[in-house]
């Protein structure tokens, strides 16, 4: 079964708007991480966010939020006023278990492409 | 390096040919990662290192994928008499070490095609 899923395979958000990129998960572990990488056509894998699984807010890093739902095992990702830069693959991924060299489990992931 | 280095950044081989990846950390990081990520997906685990040590390689492929770090620093990826599903790009990614934190630092990548 999936671990990650990320249902849009692609995504067109005009300059400026917000866009949410969704993400569902699936453990059974209580101690879990959840983490976003964005990876532009250069190829490197560039971090954006973290939510621990026991984490009471929603995590934020500037113009990137996320979603935390933890019942429903989503964890979607708001990035507010689009720029063109943000044109890129966005994964969502996870770490079961809170230890820093548990392995981290990819989604698929979403192609956004932001319009000028 | 104030980032972690991939060479070569491509590598085009012939169906049946070894190949050697290269990752190079960042500095006094001590656990490396070794990911495969195919066309239009994200990538996969495929081994770790803390150290010198391989802790996991539940994700080689196969028996023609060898990876090793034999100073702790430098880790090479090896992949014997290659075939064309071999082809994708392979990621390397370090992180300081046991303990929590919120995730590791990529390298660019090498991006191998089997022909």
């Known amino acids: 079964a999936q671990k990650i899923t990320q249902t849009q395979p692609g995504m067109f958000v005009q300059e400026k708007e917000a866009v949410t990129l969704d993400c569902t998960y699936d453990?059974?572990?209580?101690?879990?991480?959840l983490f976003w990488y964005k990876q532009p056509s250069s190829g490197e894998m560039i971090f954006l966010i973290y939510?621990?699984?026991?984490?009471?807010q929603n995590a934020t890093e500037g113009r990137y939020s996320l979603n935390f739902q933890k019942a429903r095992k989503s964890a979607n990702l708001v990035i507010s006023a689009s720029q063109l830069g943000d044109s890129a693959m966005y994964f969502c991924a996870m770490r079961e278990g809170m230890n820093r060299d548990d392995k981290i489990i990819f989604g698929k992931g979403t192609r956004l492409h932001i319009l000028p | 390096g104030a980032g972690v280095s991939q060479s070569p950044r491509y590598k085009v081989a012939k169906r049946g040919q070894d190949v050697a990846l290269r990752c190079d950390p960042i500095s006094g990081h001590v656990s490396l990662f070794w990911y495969q990520q195919a066309l239009g997906q994200g990538p996969e685990f495929l081994t770790y290192f803390q150290n010198e040590a391989q802790l996991d390689k539940s994700g080689l492929p196969s028996d023609r994928f060898f990876a090793e770090r034999p100073e702790g620093s430098v880790s090479t990826l090896k992949i014997q008499r290659t075939q064309q599903e071999d082809s994708a790009v392979y990621l390397c990614a370090s992180s300081l070490g046991p303990g929590r934190d919120y995730g590791y630092t990529f390298g660019s990548g090498t991006r191998l095609t089997v022909v």
């Open positions: 939510q621990g699984s026991y984490d009471q």
């Open positions: 453990t059974s572990d209580p101690s879990y991480g």
